[in-house]
């Protein structure tokens, strides 16, 4: 898919979202919106090897959703991508539906349970990990040999992180790890949207510099536009996947992206839309996906 096609499906599944969330009345609505984008491109242009008539072929490449909360909108993501029928997502916030406020196995093109905040970057390290180590001759342990070369593992794994996420200490140990086996098939991103469930993350737990930080830790850290789908392409499109070095995206957002009331607005963490505002939000996407048409 090319850039433009790319944004129009991003604005179709922001219209689904809306739609979704409102008939479950629940959901984190705001940073849905502003990984959205991300999603989009991650399951349409750079996850390699999907195939939703087999969620678990070996070599697929790997995504963990660490800020599990947002799940609605890798459910949209996951339905648009053919792992999820249309009548199973109707389903959200009913009794009895597999699909939960956070990620589970149960439901298909899913990983691993997530949710609990600061977890996700370490199982993607050890998923990471796991590829460098199944791509190696038979009886080395280690991802990269002493004397020899960097190996070509057999998937990637993507991990998305909120920024509120980042005052967990287990994240730094994991990446601390990542760099130790210079995991090259490993991209974390952030969504950096400066507000979580208590306000913006400058005054709950200052996270600047963030560059610096994992700069130091040895990761290569790019920073980017997560608002624009031509530069979230660009950001993935300029990694090197064999530089011995994991890489870290800082995708800056807003909150509510797509919604003129929800944007920047911190309420919209875990806010649920009323009918009139249902209807404002979707007339707003649907505007934006004429002309994209």
Known sequence: MNTKELQLLCERN?????????RAKAGHIGGDLSCLNMLTALYFHVMQGLEPANPKVAD?????????HCV???YVTLEARGFLKPEVLDT?????SILSGHPTIEVPGIEVNSGALGHGLSIGVGMALAAKMDSLPEGICN??????DLQSPTYRVFVLMGDGEQGEG???EAAMAAHRYHLDNLVAIIDRNHLQISGNTEDVMPLESIADRWTALGWEVATLNGDNMADILHAFNTIDYNNGRPHLLI?????GRGVSFMEGIAKWHHGVLNEE???QAVAEIEARIALLM
């Open 14 to 22: 922001r219209k689904r979202l809306v739609e979704v969330v409102y």
């Open 60 to 68: 697929r490449d790997r995504f963990v959703l660490s800020k599990g």
């Open 72 to 74: 609605e909108a890798l």
């Open 92 to 96: 959200l916030g009913q009794f009895g």
């Open 143 to 148: 991802p990269r040999p002493a004397g020899g």
């Open 170 to 172: 287990s994240i730094y």
């Open 251 to 255: 995708s800056n957002t807003t909150k």
């Open 277 to 279: 505002q249902c209807r």
